[in-house]
């Protein structure tokens, strides 16, 4: 079965740095590759989508790369703040429809 | 939009009860599933649905049951609750062809501890 891992420690950071998370997948070819955050208590909420064709897709201060021969996704947030600190998913499908999701990173961004 | 709405936010059942975790959402969307999530486990898929009358199991069905008799509902069911099934479970819900670019909209979650 597919297998998706995510940078098992926490992550610190000073604000204004820019974090960098991972995603990376074994026995899998997904065409999809979605990230979503969480925050204590509360369901994941979508950030965004990388399709298998596209190399890097960006929204404000978010960067998305997706790497098929890796089989790697990296998240990055530039000029973190502390209202980034949250946990971060990765979720993984070959049709659309039915997303796998990883382990989850904990971000902390410290003023 | 109240979105999706999970009932209740936290229980506790001994081992041996059943119960139902609700999960209703309001956005006419066709797909609803249900998560556990667990420390170092990620969100491991339950069951899901792609519409009224249509449910599939997920990777970890195993003492669960679901039913979905409308499009706004999509209860879920322990028959025989065990301390393994502790756990905070999340109902997600999306628009079948908007999964893609839109992602699962998730509901706050039901913690629940078997003892």
């Known amino acids: 079965s597919q297998k998706i891992e995510q940078n098992s420690e926490a992550l610190n950071i000073q604000e204004g740095k820019t974090a960098t998370l991972t995603c990376n997948y074994t026995n899998y070819s997904p065409a999809y590759l979605q990230w979503y955050r969480q925050d204590p208590g509360r369901g994941p909420v979508f950030l965004l989508l990388?399709?298998?064709?596209?190399k890097e897709k960006r929204k404000e201060r978010l960067k998305v790369t997706f790497d098929t021969t890796l089989k790697q996704s990296l998240f990055h947030i530039t000029a973190s703040q502390p209202a980034d600190s949250a946990t971060y998913l990765c979720?993984?499908?070959?049709?659309?429809?039915?997303?796998?999701f990883g382990t989850g990173t904990s971000l902390t961004v410290i003023p | 939009n109240a979105g999706v709405t999970q009932t209740p936010k936290f229980q506790v059942l001994k081992t041996g009860q059943s119960m139902t975790l609700q999960c209703a959402q309001d956005?006419?969307?066709?797909?609803m599933s249900w998560y556990r999530q667990d420390p170092g486990m990620g969100l491991r898929l339950i069951h899901y649905?792609?519409?009224?009358?249509?449910?599939d199991q997920g990777e970890v069905p195993n003492g669960y049951n679901v039913s979905r008799s409308t499009t706004e509902d999509f209860p879920l069911r322990l028959l025989s609750a065990a301390p393994s099934q502790t756990s905070v479970y999340f109902c997600?819900?999306?628009?079948?062809?908007?999964?893609?670019?839109?992602?699962?909209?998730f509901g706050s979650g039901t913690r629940l501890t078997v003892v």
């Open positions: 979720a993984l499908s070959n049709t659309g429809n039915q997303f796998y």
């Open positions: 990388i399709r298998e064709n596209e």
């Open positions: 649905s792609v519409g009224a009358g249509i449910t």
């Open positions: 956005m006419n969307h066709e797909y």
């Open positions: 997600a819900s999306s628009y079948s062809l908007r999964t893609v670019n839109y992602g699962y909209t």
